[in-house]
């Protein structure tokens, strides 16, 4: 089969759309101090993209990285475990000078030894994109600092 070259522009197009649609952790920002029992607001962030794209949802958790720093470990946002957060992604546009997000309210459990330490913020996204509707999954991550 010879591929059109309106073929081919669709899947140059459908490649670059998948990837302008990873999402962003606008908030909390990098070494965060947190504390276990108290409340975390998450917001994630998807930028405003021409292509096709359909939400199936998100998860959020924690990876806690022990006594090491968390960018010593190339695996640290393949961990999702406190899971804090699973379900849907309905990002909303809300303010101007913000791209369209939506805000999660998770709990930092009581979990950890007690341990001042960092933790990997990981929010994994699945979604379905382009006109074929291609899953599309990724994961983005922060650090951020656990106080006693
Ligand atoms: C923490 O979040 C939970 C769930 O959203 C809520 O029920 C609770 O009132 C919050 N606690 C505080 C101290 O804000
Ligand atoms: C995010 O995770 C990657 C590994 O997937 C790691 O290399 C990187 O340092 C992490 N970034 C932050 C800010 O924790
Ligand atoms: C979402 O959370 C951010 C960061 O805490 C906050 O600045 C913003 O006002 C929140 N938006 C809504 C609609 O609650």
Redesign the pocket.
């Known amino acids: 089969m010879k591929l059109s070259s309106a073929l081919l522009a669709y899947l140059a197009a459908s490649a670059a759309s998948s990837l302008a649609q990873s999402i962003n952790i606008g908030a909390p920002a990098?070494w965060t101090a947190v504390t276990q029992g108290r409340n975390l607001t998450v917001r994630v962030d998807k930028p405003l993209t021409m292509g096709n794209s359909v939400e199936v949802g998100i998860a959020i958790g924690l990876h806690p990285c022990g006594d090491n720093p968390?960018?010593a470990n190339?695996?640290?946002?393949?961990f999702i475990d406190p899971l804090l957060y699973v379900g849907p992604y309905d990002p909303q546009y809300r303010e101007v000078g913000l791209q369209p997000y939506q805000n999660f309210t998770v709990t930092i459990p009581e979990y950890f030894p007690g341990l001042s330490q960092e933790l990997?913020l990981n929010v994994a996204h699945f979604e379905l994109v382009s006109a074929a509707l291609q899953p599309f999954v990724e994961v983005k991550?922060?650090?951020l600092r656990l106080v006693a």
């Open positions: 990098e968390c960018a190339p695996d640290v946002a393949n990997s991550n922060i650090t």
